[in-house]
């Protein structure tokens, strides 16, 4: 079975600076995808990006960049020039091959950018 | 195009009623997932469908949660009786296979058990 865990419940970050989240996840799997969603007060969960495990050149959107390590298990999300906007709950999630859209979530991160 | 469209946003019930949530996919989206939100447990995935036919329900948690989708375009959940402990929030998420993974998720139903 996988898991996903983000070790950090909550987190705040002063407007323009940067910030990191932690995720680590545990797999058997080689072939899979890694994501962050985003879940601002709205509710609605948003796509923030995505990484697919076989490739080695981290993802990039924009701010958002993530590190990933596939022989630690690590996904890290790293946001540059914080926004207000950003403030919201980070969840990580994985998702394994064939795609059929079963995403395991972790506990999830609120972030606050403080203006 | 609009998104993913969830119904009731919010709802009240008393323990014991019948409660139908409702939602419509992304047109042309293949697959829909049913996934509840809780404090304790988090999001979990309870259902989901390919082609309008379920693939996977382990995550339904006993049978007085049943799901259908009678088309391509419409799903419901359905609980019977409701209990306290069903109170969560209740996200419907579709994705076409050619989408790599990802998700469009509702707005979700915020339910409430009394």
């Known amino acids: ?115 | 195009d609009a998104g993913v469209i969830q119904s009731p946003r919010h709802e009240v019930t008393e323990m014991g009623q019948e409660v139908t949530l409702r939602c419509k996919p992304i047109s042309g989206h293949n697959s829909l997932f049913w996934y509840r939100q809780t404090m304790m447990r988090g999001l979990e995935l309870l259902i989901y469908f390919n082609n309008n036919v379920p693939i996977d329900d382990s995550g339904m948690p006993e049978d007085r949660f049943s799901a259908k989708m009678p088309n391509a375009s419409f799903s419901t959940l359905k609980i019977q009786p409701s209990e306290p402990r069903d109170s969560a929030v209740y996200f419907c998420a579709s994705s076409h296979r050619e989408n790599t993974g990802e998700l469009f998720f509702g707005e979700g139903s915020r339910l409430t058990v009394l």
Do not use: H
């Open chain 1, 1 to 115: 079975a996988q898991t996903v865990t983000q070790s950090q419940p909550e987190m705040s970050v002063q407007e323009a600076e940067t910030v990191t989240l932690s995720c680590t996840y545990d797999t058997s799997e080689s072939n899979y995808y890694l994501f962050w969603y985003k879940q601002p007060p709205s509710r609605q969960m948003i796509l923030v990006i995505r990484q697919e495990a076989y490739k080695q050149q981290n993802a990039t959107e924009n701010r958002f960049s993530v590190n990933f390590q596939k022989a630690a298990k690590s996904f890290s999300l790293k946001i540059s020039d914080s926004q207000l906007g950003d403030t919201a709950m980070y969840f990580c999630a994985f998702m394994k091959r064939p795609l059929t859209g079963k995403l395991i979530f972790g506990q999830g991160t609120t972030l606050q950018v403080k203006p």
